[in-house]
């Protein structure tokens, strides 16, 4: 009975997780510029390759938001021959990360860089389906995208053409209506519960926007369909060719890497929402790498395992990972059996789905409490997402992570200088204690020189924990030059350091002190 109440429970979740996905696959494929069909193909790998692997018993793997403008920038750059490539070739370093056991390392990663490139990518997603909401064609980059927004209503306002595409006057209003309308239907939808645990909100959110284009045969542009078969492209080998490409590589790296991160991250997430088996991250990594692996044979889209869908499989009850396999075989039989349905869906909705996804990317409640808590870890935050949106995905990131450790450097180079006045006979003591580094050298010589030259000094260094070869020569220079004598424990704790000679019985001894 046990077992039947597990397939009962498993298979109801697959048809929720499957009616969530659709609209997901297809949108993320349209918005990365390539056959909505690259979508589904995505889909149905992560559920029948990704989901039947061991690593996590209830993520669920498809095209994911957060890689459509990495992915949609490198097929404007390289072509869709190329994609298949670029994530064979990511799934391959994904495997080999989980092999070597790096998967645990991605917990490792600030925080703050994380959402920052969540923001990063959402707002640019944002920017960019905003156009396609208004059947208008998208500005190249980032900063070309909010910056075109302004032209983009006056052109809405104005009179135009009227046909399919246009993106302005009355048809690109219809459009608009639509997708404004389908991100309504996405935030008002799971409030009326009971409804919300019928049909997902992207379903309704999307038939609503079909049948109404349908049904008044409004003129926007609609979803291209070409069929399953006719939309699988394997990489030839010129595309394999372009590996010998500086910027193929980077372009690699960043969907293994950022593909990694997102996936193993809405593990965690997903693992607090369930009390069932704990995520392996290693073997979710090879998991992760082996289904984009065949994507990239396929020549479909990269893949990760995508909170959205997986919230969903929880929620709907889904026990084992029965569930994210048999929501791979309804993904199948839809894009075999019924590919024309795809044809009806209004580009405009689509587009909604994925300005409400990215909208949800931007931690907007969470700015301005971490800006009260830990201003540090909020500016990392800012400075990720801004670079994102002005560079690319991949560079902001590495601005995002180089700013983080610079700050964890900051952080920990911690240096007090305490002064005591031991009186007349006895002269004047400094302490020096903490980390010292060469982030922090100024402080220090502003405190050493303002120590009186009047009476005799010690340098104490006792306290000193870490010294770094910047601050050892300083601290050389200005014994040498003020003729101070040196005193304390440099040998034992400070590397580069050493007090000198040991010949005085009160343990004072003079410069140098690097050894």
Not at 167 to 176: D, E, K, N, P, R
Request: glycine fraction near 14%; proline fraction near 5%.
């Amino acid at each position: 009975m046990r077992g039947l109440s597990l397939c009962r429970s498993d298979f109801t979740a697959s048809l929720v997780v499957f009616l969530v996905a659709v609209p997901l696959c297809v949108g993320v494929a349209v918005a990365s510029g390539v056959p909505a069909e690259l979508g589904l193909i995505t889909g149905i790998v992560g559920g029948l390759v990704a989901g039947a692997l061991p690593g996590s018993s209830l993520h669920v793997s498809g095209p994911a938001a957060g890689l459509t403008v990495l992915v949609y920038e490198a097929v404007q750059r390289y072509g869709v021959g190329t994609l298949g490539v670029l994530v064979l070739t990511a799934g391959l370093v994904q495997v080999a990360m989980g092999l070597l056991g790096l998967g645990r390392w991605f917990r490792a990663i600030s925080v703050s860089v994380v959402q920052g490139m969540l923001a990063g990518i959402g707002l640019v997603l944002v920017t960019g389906q905003v156009y396609a909401m208004a059947d208008a064609p998208a500005p190249a980059g980032g900063v070309a995208k909010v910056l075109g927004l302004p032209g983009l209503a006056g052109g809405l306002g104005g009179a135009g053409e009227s046909g399919p595409g246009a993106g302005s006057g009355g048809a690109g209003l219809v459009a608009v209506a639509l997708g404004v309308g389908t991100v309504a239907v996405l935030v008002w939808w799971p409030r009326w519960r009971a409804a919300a645990r019928v049909a997902p909100a992207p379903l309704v959110a999307v038939g609503l926007a079909a049948g109404a284009t349908a049904a008044l045969d409004l003129p926007v542009r609609r979803v291209e369909v070409h069929g399953l078969l006719d939309a699988v492209q394997p990489p030839g080998a010129d595309a394999f060719a372009r590996l010998a490409e500086v910027g193929v590589v980077g372009t690699v790296l960043a969907f293994a890497l950022i593909a990694s991160a997102e996936s193993l991250f809405s593990a965690t997430a997903v693992d607090r929402l369930h009390d069932g088996p704990r995520t392996h991250y290693d073997k979710e990594l090879i998991a992760q790498g082996t289904g984009n692996t065949v994507c990239g044979a396929l020549g479909a889209l990269p893949m990760t395992a995508v909170v959205v869908r997986s919230a969903a499989n929880v929620r709907a009850g889904a026990r084992t990972k029965a569930s994210r396999v048999l929501h791979g075989v309804w993904l199948l039989v839809f894009a075999a059996a019924v590919p024309a349905a795809l044809g009806v869906i209004p580009v405009a909705a689509l587009a909604g789905v994925l300005v409400h996804a990215g909208w949800k990317l931007i931690p907007v409640r969470e700015v301005v409490p971490l800006w009260r808590e830990h201003r540090g870890e909020a500016v990392v935050l800012v400075v990720t997402t801004g670079a994102i949106v002005v560079t690319n995905l991949f560079e902001g990131v590495l601005v995002g992570l180089l700013l983080a450790v610079a700050k964890t450097a900051w952080d920990t180079s911690h240096v007090q200088v305490d002064t005591e006045d031991l009186g007349a006979a006895e002269g004047v003591r400094v302490r020096v204690r903490g980390n010292a580094t060469f982030l922090r050298l100024p402080k220090l010589l502003d405190a050493l020189e303002a120590v009186p030259r009047d009476r005799p000094v010690r340098l104490d260094l006792g306290g000193l924990r870490h010294v770094d070869h910047a601050c050892a020569a300083a601290l050389e220079g200005w014994a040498e030059r003020s003729g101070v004598a040196v005193r304390g424990s440099a040998r034992e704790g400070v590397p580069g350091v050493r007090s000198g000679a040991d010949d005085e019985d009160d343990g004072v001894a003079r410069a140098p002190l690097v050894a």
